[in-house]
């Protein structure tokens, strides 16, 4: 079946430093990869997300770049905020059009 | 746009009795709609998927007599713990999906809801 492996935390960085959250998949076909993010008290939102091999999705200074000769799918920012502390939630959607999340990466960014 | 809602967003019970979780799509048709459960520091685990009109579909594991799927309009689908007892204290989400509105079939998270059985 379909899994997701993410970068367990909790992750913890100053302002301005440059943030990876490595994400990898196994999945049949050609799945579509999101980031999910999810603040204190709130539910998940949608980051980015990429829908065949080589997209780049990019939001809010966030980029993923959908591997599929690596299958991973690694969240990157280069100067992370203090408002970017949240969970990030790696998933893939399959054939059977369902999300598998991976089990969430906890980052605070200090100031 | 694709706003979800949860009502409530918290609420707390006493063991045995019923609580009923709403989830609404505000500005669009939801034509299907994914329960999922949270436990804490852990990642989302899809309970099932209901499409409008239809019965529920519950993944494996999961007991449909006690959690009861109701999706009778475009824009509302609710889930009723049944008999609760404190095990089933957990934050439930929903997403919803309308395929006519985006082409990537993107699912749209509700806030949650934040049950507690005492």
């Known amino acids: 079946g379909n899994s997701v492996t993410q970068m367990e935390g909790p992750v913890t960085l100053s302002e301005e430093a440059f943030l990876t959250i490595n994400c990898t998949y196994t999945?049949?076909?050609?799945?579509?990869l999101f980031w999910y993010v999810q603040y204190p008290g709130e539910g998940l939102q949608l980051l980015l997300k990429?829908?065949?091999?080589?997209d780049k999705g990019s939001n809010k200074g966030f980029e993923a770049t959908y591997r599929k000769e690596t299958t991973s799918f690694h969240l990157e920012k280069g100067s992370v905020q203090v408002s970017d502390s949240a969970v990030y939630f790696c998933?893939?959607?399959?054939?059977?059009?369902?999300?598998?999340f991976g089990s969430g990466t906890q980052l605070t960014v200090l100031p | 746009g694709a706003v979800v809602s949860q009502h409530p967003s918290r609420v707390i019970c006493k063991s045995g009795t019923s609580v009923k979780i709403e989830c609404r799509s505000l500005?669009?048709?939801?034509?299907?709609m994914f329960w999922y459960r949270q436990f804490p520091k852990q990642s989302l685990m899809l309970m099932a998927t209901?499409?409008?009109?239809?019965?529920?579909?519950?993944e494996q594991g999961v007991e449909k007599d006690k959690f009861l799927i109701n999706h009778a309009s475009l824009t509302l689908s609710t889930l009723t713990v049944t008999s609760a007892h404190p095990e089933d204290s957990s934050f439930y989400i929903c997403?919803?999906?309308?395929?006519?509105?985006?082409?990537?079939?993107?699912?749209?998270f509700g806030p949650g809801t934040r049950l507690t059985v005492l």
């Open positions: 209901s499409n409008e009109g239809s019965k529920a579909t519950y």
């Open positions: 500005d669009f048709q939801a034509t299907t």
């Open positions: 998933a893939l959607r399959g054939s059977a059009r369902q999300l598998t």
């Open positions: 999945a049949t076909g050609y799945p579509s």
């Open positions: 997403s919803a999906r309308d395929p006519g509105r985006d082409v990537t079939d993107t699912q749209y």
């Open positions: 990429a829908t065949k091999a080589d």
